[in-house]
């Protein structure tokens, strides 16, 4: 039973490039979760996904955008990168209806901006 | 807003010393869950325990234990005779429906040998 996965695992990006991780959801989930985390500091909520809409967003701007597919699987969109989107961005799935609701998370995409 | 509080950013202990990681939350909600998650050295969080707001029974899985105490609004979570592998971070969350967790700043924990 595969977990929950993302690619890439690493990335440098420069600052006002647009970048884009994506994430597969534990098989049997529906629901997507994306979270930012700085280093030093816990996981912010960015959004999620169900049916392949954004249900919920945390204080984001819209340089942060998503997107979830018909098999479920979610890509983050980040715009006009700033030096302060270097973080390790963590995808979390899980199961609408049952929670709440444990995630499960995946092992994170590292983003540095120069 | 929900709020969570861990104030101790790094603790140190020697192997089979017992450890306490505090957590304090804020939520005007009255149904609400935590959560406690282990982040090891590679990244990925791992959960270990979710408590609804109405379950306040403690908890005790092997070395693990959580108090819940909804009167000072905090859930602890107790290590006993620790080990080298629990070094990593300890986060404590809260969450008031599907998804949408609001997470500490973390605890780093280190056992030495």
């Known amino acids: 039973d595969a977990g929950v996965t993302q690619s890439p695992t690493h990335l440098i990006k420069t600052r006002g490039q647009q970048v884009t991780l994506r994430c597969s959801p534990k098989?049997?989930?529906?629901?997507v979760s994306w979270y930012q985390q700085a280093l030093g500091q816990g996981p912010q909520f960015i959004f999620q996904y169900y049916e392949e809409e954004e249900r919920q967003r945390g204080n984001f701007p819209d340089r942060f955008s998503g997107h979830q597919f018909p098999n479920y699987s979610s890509e983050l969109n980040v715009n006009a990168l700033l030096l302060g989107d270097s973080a390790l961005y963590l995808c979390?799935?899980?199961?609408?209806?049952?929670?709440?609701?444990?995630?499960?998370f995946g092992p994170g995409t590292r983003l540095t901006v120069t | 807003a929900q709020k969570v509080t861990q104030a101790q950013t790094e603790i140190s202990v020697v192997e089979k010393e017992d450890v306490t990681l505090d957590c304090v939350y804020e939520?005007?909600?009255?149904?609400?869950?935590l959560f406690w998650y282990k982040q090891p050295p590679s990244g990925e969080l791992v959960f270990l325990i979710r408590r609804n707001s109405f379950d306040e029974q403690n908890e005790i899985s092997g070395r693990y234990s959580w108090n819940f105490q909804k009167s000072t609004s905090s859930f602890n979570f107790t290590i006993t005779a620790s080990q080298v592998v629990d070094s990593a971070v300890y986060f404590c969350a809260l969450s008031l429906n599907a998804g949408k967790s609001t997470f500490g700043d973390g605890t780093t924990l280190t056992v030495k040998p």
């Open positions: 979390a799935s899980s199961l609408s209806g049952h929670g709440p609701y444990e995630q499960y």
């Open positions: 098989s049997g989930h529906d629901t």
């Open positions: 939520t005007r909600d009255t149904t609400y869950y």
